[in-house]
C-alpha cells in the first residue's frame, strides 16, 4: 500500500494506476475489526482502494469529544497492512488539505435533520457532508463504503448524493459486533473497564426488543428497552425509536408499520462519560 497526505500526490496515484472502479472507505482512525471489514469488501470489489484516515472537526458539536477522540495512526497503518494491496493507498490529510478555505455549504436533508442523533448533536450532519462531499470530490470513487452502526449517517450520505447528483455507488456494510454482542466502535476503547463489562446490555436489550414487536404495541417496546438499560449504573438511554430505513420516520404503533418497508430499532446510550450508539431490524409480523 501507499501512503499520502497530499490531494496532489493521491491524484497522481490514481491516475498512475489507470485502474477501475475505484473504492472509497473514509475513516476517523482508531481502526478495528469493523473498520477492516468495511476495507476488505472494498478490496474485494476494487482493484483501488483508498482508506481516508482524518478526524473531521466539523462533524463535532462537542468540542471536548473532538479533543478526546482517539488517534492511532501507527497502528492503523500496521493493520492495513495486512488487507491492502500494492495498488491501495492510505490517505491521511491535515484540515488544510481538506479545506484549503472555511467550509460554509448548509446542506438540508428534511425528516433525516429531525430525528435522532441530529436532535441530540446539532451541525453534526452538515459537517459529515461536509467532509463525505469533500472526500467524493477529492478521490473520485465509483463505490464508498460505509458501516450500517452509523445507520442515520448512512441515510444522511445517500441522500447527500441524491440532491448533488454524484454517481458513486453507496453500500453499507452490517455491524461487526464485540464477542459479547456490543457493536464495534473507536469509542469503546474509552470505556471504564466496569461500564465495558455491563455494556453488552444495549446489544442484549435492543435484541430482546426486536423479537417483542409480534406481542407487543412500540410503547411497549420502548418502555421495556428504557427501563432495562436505565436500571444499569451509570447507563442512560438518550433515544430509543423505530423507524424506516429511509426517511428515518419514527413510528408509534405497530399499525403504521408497511409491509414491503424495512424497519430498524435505533438507539443511543450514555455509558459513563461515552456515548454510545446501536441498531437492530425490527421484522414485521
Known amino acids: 500500500m501507499k501512503v499520502t497526505c497530499t490531494v496532489k500526490e493521491l491524484h497522481k496515484l490514481i491516475k498512475k494506476m489507470h485502474l477501475t472502479p475505484v473504492g472509497l472507505v473514509p475513516t476517523m482512525g482508531a481502526l478495528h475489526e469493523g473498520h477492516l471489514s468495511l476495507v476488505k469488501s472494498a478490496v474485494a470489489q476494487c482493484p483501488v482502494v483508498v482508506v481516508s484516515i482524518y478526524?473531521?472537526?466539523?462533524?463535532?458539536?462537542?468540542?471536548?469529544?473532538?479533543?478526546?477522540?482517539?488517534?492511532?495512526?501507527?497502528?492503523?497503518?500496521?493493520?492495513?497492512?495486512?488487507?491492502?494491496?500494492e495498488t491501495d493507498i492510505v490517505f491521511t490529510p491535515g484540515n488544510k488539505e481538506i479545506y484549503p478555505e472555511e467550509d460554509?455549504?448548509?446542506?438540508?436533508?428534511?425528516?433525516?435533520?429531525?430525528?435522532?442523533?441530529?436532535?441530540?448533536?446539532?451541525?453534526?450532519?452538515?459537517?459529515?457532508?461536509q467532509v463525505v462531499n469533500r472526500l467524493f470530490e477529492?478521490?473520485?470513487?465509483?463505490?464508498?463504503?460505509?458501516?450500517?452502526?452509523?445507520?442515520?449517517?448512512?441515510?444522511?450520505?445517500k441522500e447527500l448524493v441524491r440532491q448533488t447528483g454524484n454517481k458513486v455507488k453507496i453500500i453499507g456494510n452490517p455491524i461487526i459486533r464485540e464477542n459479547d454482542g456490543l457493536?464495534?466502535?473507536?469509542?469503546?476503547?474509552l470505556l471504564e473497564p466496569g461500564i465495558r463489562k455491563d455494556a453488552s446490555i444495549i446489544y442484549k436489550t435492543i435484541s430482546s426488543?426486536?423479537?417483542?414487536?409480534?406481542?407487543?404495541?412500540?410503547?411497549?417496546?420502548?418502555?421495556?428497552?428504557?427501563?432495562?438499560?436505565?436500571?444499569?449504573?451509570?447507563f442512560k438511554v438518550e433515544y430509543f425509536d423505530i423507524v424506516d430505513d429511509t426517511?428515518?420516520?419514527?413510528?408509534?404503533?405497530?399499525?403504521?408499520?408497511?409491509?414491503?418497508?424495512?424497519?430498524?430499532?435505533?438507539?443511543a446510550v450514555r455509558a459513563g462519560k461515552i456515548r454510545l450508539i446501536d441498531n437492530i431490524e425490527i421484522g414485521l409480523v
Do not use: W
Open 183 to 189: 457493536a464495534m466502535s473507536s469509542r469503546n476503547m
Open 247 to 267: 426517511e428515518l420516520i419514527p413510528v408509534s404503533k405497530q399499525g403504521e408499520m408497511k409491509k414491503g418497508k424495512r424497519y430498524f430499532g435505533c438507539i
Open 138 to 157: 477529492i478521490v473520485r470513487p465509483d463505490i464508498a463504503i460505509f458501516g450500517m452502526k452509523d445507520f442515520q449517517q448512512l441515510a444522511v450520505i
Open 104 to 129: 460554509k455549504r448548509e446542506f438540508r436533508f428534511g425528516n433525516l435533520d429531525n430525528v435522532m442523533e441530529a436532535m441530540h448533536r446539532p451541525g453534526h450532519f452538515n459537517g459529515v457532508a
Open 55 to 85: 478526524v473531521n472537526p466539523t462533524q463535532f458539536n462537542d468540542k471536548n469529544d473532538l479533543k478526546n477522540y482517539p488517534g492511532t495512526l501507527d497502528n492503523d497503518l500496521a493493520l492495513l497492512e495486512k488487507v491492502l494491496r
Open 209 to 234: 426488543a426486536s423479537s417483542m414487536i409480534t406481542g407487543h404495541d412500540i410503547p411497549e417496546i420502548k418502555s421495556f428497552v428504557e427501563n432495562s438499560i436505565n436500571n444499569i449504573p451509570e
